[in-house]
């Protein structure tokens, strides 16, 4: 039986800050944002948006009554979750109206919790090949104004519905994990911004890469020719590229031309987006499959996951019959359209806003926000949400 990704969703919230303008404010030349880190837009998270609100937006563009009915699993993957004893899936479970005879748990390994989420759905319908498992993956990624880790900041999330005869990716078997206990980036409990080592970070990424890899290839067999793209846990493009050039020597010179073009548009989405943590991988595969017209039915892609800390794991689908008629690239495309641009102090202030944490009782602009799923306001140190669409409170 194949198990993998049926359909895959994306939510950004509706600001973005241009990073040109961004590296002007902190005195810093454009091309270091632009070409050494290699990012253009950055999303920015208004208050009315949080990592449940983004999560329950992006599936909300995939799922239809019948999936609906069916998922009997949500499995929220997050580093930026917003209470430490709930799980945000159970918000959006009520907020997409889901069949409630279902579990429903957050899972945690910073950047790495979405892709254990994948493998925990696969197992779980490798056993009960009827279910669906939607895995949300959704953070606001957060380092403050003015540090070095500000211009690899950024808001999204990603849906994916797992299931059996999957439309879009089946997951291969092998796959290759590895734990080390490392202190690369991390987020102590009483913090909202992350705190982060970053050339150490940048270091243990490509060890973790080139480590998994490499026993990957071991278990599995194969090598660079039988992949066409190889997607990366993108905390900001150029993170991935410096990862993939380690190994480009072992491939062919058309190997090395071909994962070179196919990961540059694998980077699309995540270039005018930023770090959206968990998510980001799974960002960038949906930048590949909608932005490169002829991948072809059959083809291998690689995906490497990394989450500070740190764990890492090199897995493997393959593209399904038709899996382009499946996606939802005419809605993806319209998100990306009809956002807004913010200057740097419209953003700063954004940026400082907080909710209440003493009980006392907000309303939100909700009008402002043009998402369906929005943050209305907070009342006895509860968040109250509402679906535009259902009026649900
Ligand atoms: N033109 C072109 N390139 C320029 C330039 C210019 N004018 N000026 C500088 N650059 C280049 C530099 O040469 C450098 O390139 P290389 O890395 O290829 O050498 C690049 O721009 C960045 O410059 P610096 O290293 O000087 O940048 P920095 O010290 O300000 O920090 C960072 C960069 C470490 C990524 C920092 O933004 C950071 O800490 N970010 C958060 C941590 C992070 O994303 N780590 C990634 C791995 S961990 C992970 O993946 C998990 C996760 O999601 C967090």
């Not at 810093?28 to 050494?36: D, R, S």
């Not at 005869?165 to 102590?188: C, G, N, Q, V």
């Not at 846990?233 to 050039?245: D, E, I, Q, S, V």
């Not at 005419?330 to 990306?336: D, G, I, T, V």
Request: net charge negative.
């Amino acid at each position: 039986m194949k198990i993998g990704i049926d359909k895959i969703g994306f939510y950004a919230p509706h600001l973005y800050v241009d990073m040109n303008k961004l590296a002007e404010a902190r005195n810093v030349e454009p091309e270091k944002f632009t070409i050494g880190i290699g990012q253009e837009k950055m999303a920015i998270a208004p208050i009315t948006q949080d990592p449940v609100t983004l999560a329950a937006n992006a599936a909300l563009g995939i799922l239809d009554d019948e999936d609906k009915a069916s998922i009997d699993f949500v499995i929220f993957g997050t580093e930026s979750g917003i209470d430490n004893s709930k799980s945000a899936g159970v918000y959006v479970h009520r907020l997409l109206g889901l069949n409630p005879y279902a579990r429903n748990i957050e899972l945690k390994q910073a950047c790495y919790g979405a892709t254990a989420a994948i493998q925990m759905a696969k197992g779980h319908v490798a056993l009960n090949p009827d279910s669906k498992v939607l895995v949300l993956a959704s953070d606001i990624a957060r380092y403050g104004l003015h540090t070095s880790g500000e211009s690899t900041q950024g808001a999204g999330a990603v849906a994916l519905l797992i299931s059996a005869e999957p439309k879009i990716m089946a997951l291969e078997e092998h796959s290759a994990y590895l734990t080390d206990d490392i202190m690369d980036f991390w987020r102590p409990i009483y913090s909202d911004k992350a705190f982060v080592d970053g050339k150490f970070s940048n270091e243990q990424y490509i060890v973790f890469f080139q480590k998994v890899w490499e026993a990957y290839k071991a278990k599995a067999g194969l090598g660079l020719a039988d992949f066409e793209a190889i997607c990366f846990h993108l905390p900001y493009t150029k993170m991935g590229l410096k990862a993939l050039r380690t190994i480009l020597d072992q491939g062919s010179e058309e190997d090395q031309e071909r994962l070179l073009a196919n990961y540059k548009v694998s980077t699309i989405y995540n270039r005018n987006v930023g770090n959206i943590y968990t998510g980001s991988l799974y960002l960038s595969l949906l930048s590949l499959l909608e932005q490169k017209e002829d991948l072809k039915d059959g083809s291998r892609i690689g995906l490497f996951s990394y989450g500070s800390g740190a764990v890492g794991e090199f897995f493997t689908g393959i593209l399904q019959p038709d899996y382009r008629n499946y996606l939802n690239i005419a809605h993806h495309s319209n998100l990306f359209e009809s956002r807004k641009e913010i200057t740097v102090s419209e953003y700063e202030r954004i940026f400082e806003e907080t909710l209440p944490v003493d009980g006392s009782t907000v309303e939100l602009g909700i009008a402002n926000d043009p998402a369906a799923i929005c943050l209305s306001g907070m009342q006895d140190n509860m968040r109250l949400y509402v679906n535009k669409l259902h009026k649900t409170m």
